[in-house]
């Protein structure tokens, strides 16, 4: 009977998790998953564990979590793992070639993105404000590069126009299990490396970090590009403006034709039933649904219950 593979998890966030119970569900050995230590979260900022370790700790996985692999003990801690292979999803740190070339075929890593494209941090984020019409999931054979390795296998999506970031987050994360479910059971059974292909040179972009600072909208932006802008930072760090004398959070929001009479950008157009219009630099934006300070999110309908004003200046 064939050893099973022995595969190290490396991964923090929830969407890595799928991916974490793909490897089970491929029936090969993970000897231990490795994830970011616990952080301050909550009102009480109480060190919690990453999504990835209470997924590991639920299966009865060994959990591991150096700050880096720097120290000499944390790689002799891995190499004494003896892993067939390493699989990376959203770890959150750079791995050295001393860690890289300890597993017997590698390290693999699952990227939310059609790459070369949206290399980075925030691929899912970044696609959407962009415009992208599709999307995507790769499967890399890593190397010290920024995600510039060789790709093993990919899956696109369908038009992702209307999508957003929590959408195309769920949506990816699924993709990205597959893909490793489908490859690793290709691994075991051929014990070597996968064909991959080489990134090409063309179409790099690169998928900078969230700043929460970004979620305040430009009104002098199109209409599209903050519907765009919306739609990506839904459900984090969630779009944000001044509309009517108060500060308010926009969690759902489309682009429309502007009035043919030029008004000012961040100027509300109209109170309708269901919905705020708010002039912008080209277009107008349509706000459906919204939250307001220290509230909850709620539809636009309901916010126009209590601002009377409102109401009766969009009648």
């Given amino acids: 009977m064939t050893d099973s593979l022995r595969v190290v998890f490396a991964g923090t966030p929830e969407f890595a998790v799928p991916c974490l119970k793909a490897c089970n569900q491929a029936g090969v050995d993970v000897v231990a998953v490795y994830t970011q230590p616990d952080r301050p979260a909550g009102r009480g900022r109480k060190l919690s564990p990453s999504p990835v370790k209470q997924a590991a700790l639920d299966a009865g996985y060994r959990v591991e979590q150096p700050d880096s692999f720097r120290a000499a ?185 502007g009035p043919a009479q030029a008004a000012a950008p961040g100027a509300l157009l109209g109170a309708n039933r269901d919905s705020l219009d708010v002039a912008t630099g080209d277009g107008a934006l349509r706000i459906h649904e919204i939250q307001r300070a220290g509230g909850r999110r709620l539809p636009v309908r309901d916010y126009l219950n209590a601002r009377a004003d409102l109401r009766q200046a969009g009648a």
């Fill in 73 to 257: 003990a944390d790689r002799a801690t891995l190499a004494g793992l003896a892993p067939d292979l390493m699989v990376v999803v959203a770890y959150g740190l750079i791995l050295s070639q001393r860690v890289l070339d300890l597993p017997r075929f590698g390290c693999w890593n699952v990227h939310a993105s059609l790459l070369p494209r949206w290399r980075g941090a925030a691929p899912i984020q970044r696609a959407i404000q962009a415009g992208d019409r599709h999307s995507g999931v790769c499967l890399m054979q890593m190397e010290k590069g920024l995600d510039t390795g060789p790709v093993i296998d990919r899956i696109a999506t369908a038009d992702i126009s209307r999508e957003t970031g929590g959408g195309l987050h769920d949506q990816l994360c699924q993709y990205g299990a597959t893909l490793l479910q489908r490859q690793l059971a290709l691994l075991a059974a051929a014990r070597e490396r996968p064909s991959s292909e080489a990134q090409p040179g063309e179409g790099v972009e690169y998928a900078h970090k969230i700043d929460k600072a970004e979620a305040a909208i430009r009104w002098s932006d199109s209409a599209l590009a903050i519907e765009r802008q919306v739609r990506a930072f839904n459900p984090w760090p969630v779009a944000e403006a001044d509309i009517a004398g108060e500060r308010l959070r926009i969690w759902a929001a489309e682009a429309i034709a």
